[in-house]
């Protein structure tokens, strides 16, 4: 587990126990029992990467803070993706992991007090350019949806279905569907949807205007 005072870090997986029955009855060949094995790796890799969030935003509790308190920009995008407390720590955790470099394994003090070092040393210019980025992103998906939702003409039926699908998956559950290091670029992604619109619009016109010169 995680301590404050000695800011040791121990993975979640110590913590495991696989009850030694149901090893034994459903899981007698070790091929068999490896998806098990790995599943239970992999929840305790998750659970150990949000401990060790949890325990950054604490660390950096004054400086989430300041920028709750001075910038205008933050404030909306925690309005705009929060509907409560819990999601305003996810949404720090996310915010702290995306100043985290993906390849560093943060398992023991010295990596931990590196990683914090580097936290807030980029926290505050990474939030804010997150929240730039959320605000761009949720004003373009309240557009897409307005412009997705209007008469379809059947033979563009199925194209604006899986781009109604997509726009949901990229901005339905922000906060658990996007990894951290790409909240920044959600808005990039939703232009990229808006492009795909646009070209099949313009393909729409350019039949429509093939057919009245006939």
Not at 53 to 79: G, M, N, P, W
Not at 129 to 151: C, F, H, V
Request: charged share 25%; proline share 3%; aromatic share 6%.
């Amino acid at each position: 587990m995680l301590t404050r005072d000695s800011e040791k870090l121990t993975p979640y997986a110590h913590s495991l126990r696989i009850d030694s029955d149901i090893c034994s009855s459903q899981y007698n060949r070790s091929d068999d029992f490896l998806p098990f094995q790995t599943s239970l790796s992999y929840d305790a890799e998750i659970q150990h990467q949000e401990a060790v969030a949890q325990l950054l935003v604490e660390r950096c509790s004054d400086l989430f803070r300041f920028i709750h308190s001075k910038d205008t920009t933050y404030q909306k995008a925690v309005v705009s993706v929060c509907q409560d407390e819990a999601d305003q720590a996810r949404f720090k955790r996310l915010i702290v992991l995306a100043c985290v470099d993906n390849d560093m394994d943060i398992m023991d003090s010295q990596v931990f007090v590196a990683a914090k070092q580097r936290v807030r040393e980029t926290l505050v210019d990474q939030a804010k350019k997150i929240a730039i980025a959320l605000e761009s992103a949720k004003t373009r998906e309240r557009q897409l949806k307005q412009r997705l939702s209007g008469k379809i003409p059947p033979a563009w039926l199925n194209p604006i279905a899986a781009m109604k699908t997509h726009l949901a998956d990229l901005g339905g559950n922000i906060l658990s569907n996007t990894p951290p290091d790409r909240l920044i670029d959600l808005d990039r992604y939703l232009c990229a949807l808006e492009m795909r619109l646009e070209k099949l619009q313009s393909r729409l016109l350019l039949v429509k205007s093939s057919s009245g010169t006939m």
